[in-house]
C-alpha cells in the first residue's frame, strides 16, 4: 500500500496527511480561541452555585473533557450517521449561562442542571431527527433575536464580575481574612478590570497574528499579573489538586426539575438551530458547498447524545463554537488532522486537574474585564443575524417585542412574584425563554408583508 508523504495542500482538504508542526500550531491557533469560553462559563456557574475549591476544579475539569468528547463525536462519525463529520469545534456555550446561573442560585445545583441537560440532549435529538419540519420556525430573524438576547442578558454578569462578584461582601471578606481589594465594588477591583478590558481592547484592534487571534487570552494574562500585587491571586488551592485524574461519573448527582428541564430543553432546541447555521458556515466558507442533510441530522443527533454523556460526567452543555467556524472560513483549513489536535489538547487540559486549580485562581474582576467583550460580541452577532433580513414593520416588531419582554421581565424580578416558583423559574430567571417563544409566536402569528 502508498504512503501519501504530508502535504500543505491537503490542509484544505477534509482528508489527507498534514505538516506535523503546521497543523500543531493551527490547531493551537483554535485552541487559544477558544479556551476562555470554554472554562469561563464553568467558573461562572461554579460561583453561583457556591460549589467548594476541589468540586470547583471537577467541574471545569469535567467541562474541558467533555467538549473534547463531544467535539470527536463531531469529526468522527458514528455508522456515518451519528455526528456531522464535519471540521467543527465544541465547547461549553455562554448561551445556557442565565438560566444555569437562575438553577444554581436557587438551590438546584449542578444535580438540577444535569438533569435539565439529560432532557435537554433528548429534545436536541428529537430536532435532528425532524429536522425538515422544525428549521423552518427559526429564521435569522429569529435566530437573531435569541442570540441578541443572549448577549443582552450576559451583561449583567459581566459588570458584577468587574466589580468583584455580588457575593464578596465586605462581611464575607472580613470573615475569610481576605484582602479588602476583593470587595465587591472595590477600586481596586475596578482599576483591574478596566486595564484588563483595555488590553483586550488593544491587542484584538492593533495586534497582528495570534496577538489579535488571543486578545481575549493574553488580556486575561496581563490582568492577571496586575491583579497579584493587590492580593487578589490565591495558590493555596492549586498544590492539593492532582496532576492526572478523570471526570468522575455522576460526581454532582442527577435531579430533575421541571421547571429547570423546560428552560434548558427549550435552550437546546434553540442551540440546535444554531448548529446549523455553524455546520453551514462551515461548509461554505471552508468547503464551497452547502451542508447536506445527512451532515446536519447527524450532526445535531450526534450534539444532544455528546450532552446526554456530559451530564453523567459532571459537565455543563456544550456546542459548536462561532469563533472556530470563523477560523475556519478565514483561512479555509479543513483537514481533520488539525481539529483531532485541537481536541486532544482540550483533552489534555481536561485531565489534569492543577490546571483546573490554576484556572480558578482568576480573580473574578479579570474574567469580568475580559468576557465583557464576548458577550458584547454575541449580541452583535445576533444584530448582524437580524440585519440579514430586511427590516420591515414586522421584522422589527418580533424583534423589539420580544427582547423587550424578554430582557424586561426578567430584569423586573418581583413581576412575577404572584405566580408559583416554576413559571418564575421558567419565564423569569432568564429573558431567553420568554424572547424566544415570542419571537416564535409573532413570527408565525403576524401577517405577512407583501414584496
Not at 301 to 325: D, E, H, R
Request: glycine content about 12%; some cysteine; hydrophobic content about 50%.
Amino acid at each position: 500500500m502508498e504512503r501519501r508523504t504530508p502535504d500543505r495542500e491537503a490542509l484544505f482538504r477534509l482528508r489527507g496527511p498534514v505538516p506535523p508542526g503546521m497543523a500543531v500550531s493551527l490547531a493551537l491557533q483554535h485552541l487559544v480561541a477558544m479556551i476562555v469560553g470554554c472554562v469561563t462559563p464553568a467558573i461562572i456557574v461554579a460561583g453561583a452555585a457556591g460549589l467548594e475549591m476541589g468540586d470547583r476544579v471537577v467541574l471545569i475539569q469535567a467541562s474541558l473533557v467533555m467538549s473534547a468528547v463531544s467535539t470527536f463525536f463531531q469529526l468522527y462519525p458514528i455508522g456515518g450517521r451519528f455526528g456531522s463529520g464535519l471540521p467543527v469545534i465544541l465547547g461549553v456555550s455562554f448561551a445556557y449561562v442565565p438560566s444555569m446561573q437562575a438553577i444554581a442560585a436557587d438551590g438546584g445545583g449542578i444535580a438540577s442542571i444535569a438533569g435539565a441537560m439529560l432532557v435537554g440532549g433528548a429534545v436536541a435529538m428529537l430536532v435532528g431527527l425532524s429536522m425538515k419540519h422544525i428549521r423552518r420556525l427559526f429564521p435569522p430573524v429569529i435566530t437573531g433575536t435569541v442570540v441578541f438576547t443572549i448577549g443582552l442578558s450576559l451583561y449583567p454578569t459581566a459588570i458584577n464580575y468587574m466589580a468583584g462578584g455580588t457575593g464578596n461582601t465586605a462581611e464575607v471578606i472580613a470573615a475569610k481574612g481576605l484582602p479588602s481589594a476583593l470587595i465587591y465594588g472595590s477600586w481596586e477591583n475596578w482599576l483591574v478590570a478596566a486595564l484588563t478590558l483595555t488590553a483586550v481592547m488593544l491587542l484584538n484592534n492593533r495586534g497582528k497574528g495570534v496577538c489579535k487571534l488571543a486578545a481575549i487570552l493574553l488580556g486575561m494574562l496581563i490582568g492577571y499579573v496586575i491583579a497579584i500585587p493587590f492580593g487578589m491571586v490565591d495558590f493555596s488551592g492549586v498544590a492539593d489538586a492532582a496532576w492526572f485524574s478523570l471526570p468522575k461519573f455522576l460526581h454532582f448527582g442527577v435531579k430533575f426539575d421541571p421547571a429547570s428541564c423546560i428552560a434548558i430543553g427549550l435552550l437546546f432546541a434553540i442551540n440546535s438551530i444554531q448548529a446549523i447555521g455553524d455546520f453551514t458556515a462551515t461548509t461554505v466558507g471552508g468547503l464551497d458547498r452547502e451542508p447536506t442533510d445527512r451532515e446536519l441530522k447527524g450532526g445535531v443527533i450526534a450534539y444532544g447524545a455528546s450532552n446526554i454523556l456530559t451530564a453523567f460526567f459532571g459537565g455543563l452543555p456544550t456546542a459548536t463554537y462561532s469563533q472556530n467556524v470563523g477560523i475556519v472560513t478565514t483561512n479555509k483549513v479543513v483537514n481533520r488532522t488539525v481539529f483531532v489536535m485541537t481536541g486532544g489538547f482540550l483533552l489534555l487540559a481536561g485531565v489534569c486537574p492543577k490546571f483546573a486549580a490554576v484556572l480558578t485562581t482568576i480573580p473574578q474582576c479579570v474574567l469580568g474585564g475580559a468576557t465583557v467583550t464576548v458577550f458584547s460580541t454575541i449580541a452583535m452577532t445576533g444584530m448582524k443575524l437580524i440585519a440579514s433580513q430586511d427590516l420591515t414593520a414586522r421584522n422589527t416588531t418580533i424583534v423589539g417585542l420580544s427582547a423587550a419582554l424578554g430582557v424586561g421581565i426578567s430584569q423586573a424580578s418581583s413581576a412575577l412574584s404572584q405566580f408559583p416558583d416554576a413559571v418564575t423559574m421558567i419565564f423569569g430567571k432568564s429573558p431567553v425563554v420568554i424572547a424566544t417563544i415570542m419571537a416564535v409566536l409573532l413570527n408565525l402569528l403576524l401577517p405577512k408583508e407583501n414584496k
